[in-house]
């Protein structure tokens, strides 16, 4: 039996339908609004963070760049600061130390030696003694023997104070020596070339002398005669020391 839906039941059916079909379509969208913009959330999220840790990168390659460069240019400063400068002030203070020690050193050295110069030449004895009396008779004595040369008067000089000092041979007195008989040239006068004699020339032979100066070079000369007088004539066992001016000096064996 076919029964006629009310025309009310219907209308209130199409309008169930309409809704239920509104509310599903409804949900859709919802989901699908909701589910695109959640990724395209993520996926602005996503370009962000990326923007963000790009920039981060360039921010810090830049500031790695930056620091890099600071430190070269850091250090070229200090290279073009203290390279010259500092190698000229280098070199000059150590060239200043070394002149300043060198000249201490020389200073110093000059001091040690004058000192002992000085020590030397106070402490060392002189080889003889004379008076004033005793340098006038050896200097006429020698000048009336050999005055040819500085050289000859010397070796008279020599031999003189050799007797008196080196030897018991003889006298140990300079006057008792020039006064043996025989001996010697007059010790009281100059006897030649008077207007030739030098008293200041001889004292200053005879002052080298006792200072230490030997003409013969630590030979032992006791005699001496002119050059054409034989040895035989003079005394025996006679060495031939030297030959200075007109005159032979001899040793005896």
């Not at 150590?94 to 000059?110: D, G, H, I, N, P």
């Not at 070796?155 to 007797?163: A, E, F, H, K």
Request: with cysteine.
């Amino acid at each position: 039996m076919n029964k006629k839906l009310h025309p009310t039941t219907i209308i209130i059916f199409a309008v169930f339908v309409i809704v239920c079909f509104n509310m599903v379509v409804g949900l859709e969208k919802s989901d699908a609004y909701w589910l695109y913009g959640y990724a395209e959330t993520e996926t602005q999220g996503a370009h962000t963070a990326y923007t963000t840790t790009e920039t981060t990168s360039i921010h810090t390659e830049t500031a790695e760049t930056g620091c890099y460069s600071e430190d070269i240019t850091s250090m070229e400063s200090k290279e073009s600061t203290e390279s010259p400068a500092t190698e000229v002030a280098a070199v000059s203070t150590t060239t200043e130390t070394t002149e300043a020690v060198v000249k201490y050193l020389v200073t110093a050295e000059s001091v040690t030696e004058a000192v002992t110069t000085t020590v030397e030449t106070v402490e060392k004895p002189l080889r003889y003694i004379l008076t004033g009396d005793e340098k006038r008779m050896i200097s006429v004595v020698a000048w009336n023997a050999d005055h040819t040369d500085d050289d000859s008067l010397a070796c008279i000089i020599q031999t003189i104070l050799n007797r008196v000092y080196e030897t018991d041979k003889f006298p140990d007195a300079v006057e008792s020596v020039l006064r043996q008989p025989k001996q010697f040239e007059s010790c009281d006068m100059v006897l030649c070339d008077t207007y030739l004699y030098d008293c200041d020339r001889i004292s200053a032979i005879i002052d080298s002398i006792c200072d230490g100066y030997d003409p013969f070079d630590g030979e032992l000369a006791l005699y001496y005669s002119a050059s054409y007088v034989p040895s035989s004539k003079i005394a025996t066992n006679l060495l031939l020391i030297k030959i200075a001016g007109g005159s032979k000096f001899y040793g005896q064996n």
